[in-house]
């Protein structure tokens, strides 16, 4: 199984490599030499670290790090989490377990590593709704493509939009409707009931949302900003537990990749599109609210309406939403750490 321990009080740093049933765990002293290399069964986890002396444990953060982390730290270890990018470019030569174990060992130890706060059970909770959320989405996504399909078939098309499919539904449900042939109708009438399902436990998810937003001051204040409600709000609460790790809004708005991704060299700079890089459901909301604040800023109905306008005659409304998007998320950083609510400044704006 590896390396035995024979002094449990020497080692200082720990690298554990998670895994579902077996895990691998590097240990080194203070000097770096290795004391113990060995897998460890998940059953034994526990017992295992009971028995060391508390040390800093560096674990890749993934799904069930946070538990991990929390169970490691509530036994009096040093618990870091650390991006698994962040990790690969320590890995030496061929990657396996133990390897990555060591490479995990040697990476957090490193003074300009960053790392990933330990989220809490609650944020764990808040996060599981809106991953729920997003499938169920997804799968009525799915659906209504599949009526709109089978129905353009036979002629039959609506407009785009979530609330034109209701015409389909009520086409196919309606026995009188003579447009659908008979032996159609029972193929098209499950994927009604799974919409309509689905439309229901949706809803049931963003009730149970919209409670834990009101119960958190951070998600509240959140919803100040314009393109911000209550589902986005909950969201980065739920995801950032330290904004304060952050040194600046950009750093934050990087985070959920709205910056160019950069291709520079030789004292040039060169900007390319953004980098996509960190969470893609928060950025997919932040896009999306942003692009909800231009449409009603061509209406007239926005205070920072000549920012909007200015922005909208020089880039197509894409990239103008994607812009907004990155300005969101950085008033959002400033609303996070100074802990105050949005506050709109017209002439400012303008």
Not at 46 to 55: H, N
Not at 224 to 245: C, Q
Not at 284 to 308: N, P
Request: a positive charge; one cysteine or more.
């Amino acid at each position: 199984m590896g390396k035995i321990i024979t002094d449990f009080s020497a080692v200082s740093t720990v690298g554990l490599d998670l895994a579902k049933h077996v895990f691998q765990v590097h240990g080194v002293d203070a000097a770096g030499q290795v004391v113990v290399a060995r897998a460890v069964r998940r059953k034994d986890i526990i017992a295992f670290f009971e028995r060391l002396q508390p040390c800093l444990v560096g674990m890749e953060a993934c799904s069930s790090s946070h538990h991990w982390a929390r169970e490691l730290t509530r036994i009096g270890h040093e618990v870091r989490l650390i991006p698994p990018s962040y990790v690969k470019a320590y890995v030496r030569r061929q990657k396996n377990d133990a390897a990555d174990a060591a490479a995990i060992c040697e990476a957090v130890t490193r003074p300009s590593m960053r790392f990933v706060p330990i989220k809490t059970i609650e944020q764990q909770g808040v996060l599981m709704l809106h991953r729920a959320r997003a499938l169920l989405v997804s799968q009525r996504t799915a659906l209504i493509n599949a009526l709109r399909g089978h129905l353009s078939e036979f002629g039959i098309v609506a407009a785009q939009g979530g609330r034109n499919v209701a015409a389909l539904i009520a086409l196919v449900t309606d026995q009188d409707e003579d447009c659908l042939p008979p032996v159609a109708r029972p193929a098209l009438i499950p994927l009604v009931r799974q919409i309509e399902n689905l439309e229901r436990e949706i809803a049931v998810f963003d009730r149970r949302i919209a409670q834990w937003h009101r119960g958190n001051a951070a998600s509240r204040r959140l919803a100040t900003i314009p393109g911000i409600g209550p589902l986005t709000a909950s969201a980065i609460v739920a995801s950032v537990t330290d904004p304060s790790m952050f040194g600046s809004g950009r750093e934050f708005a990087a985070f959920f990749g709205l910056v160019p991704r950069q291709s520079s060299s030789g004292g040039k700079e060169r900007l390319g599109r953004i980098s996509k890089m960190g969470d893609r459901y928060i950025r997919t909301l932040l896009v999306v609210g942003a692009a909800a604040v231009l449409r009603h800023a061509r209406k007239g109905g926005s205070s920072s309406k000549a920012w909007a306008e200015a922005l909208l005659a020089r880039k197509p409304f894409k990239v103008a939403a994607v812009a907004l998007a990155n300005k969101t998320a950085r008033i959002a950083w400033a609303v996070l750490t100074r802990g105050e609510v949005f506050r709109n400044a017209p002439a400012q704006a303008a």
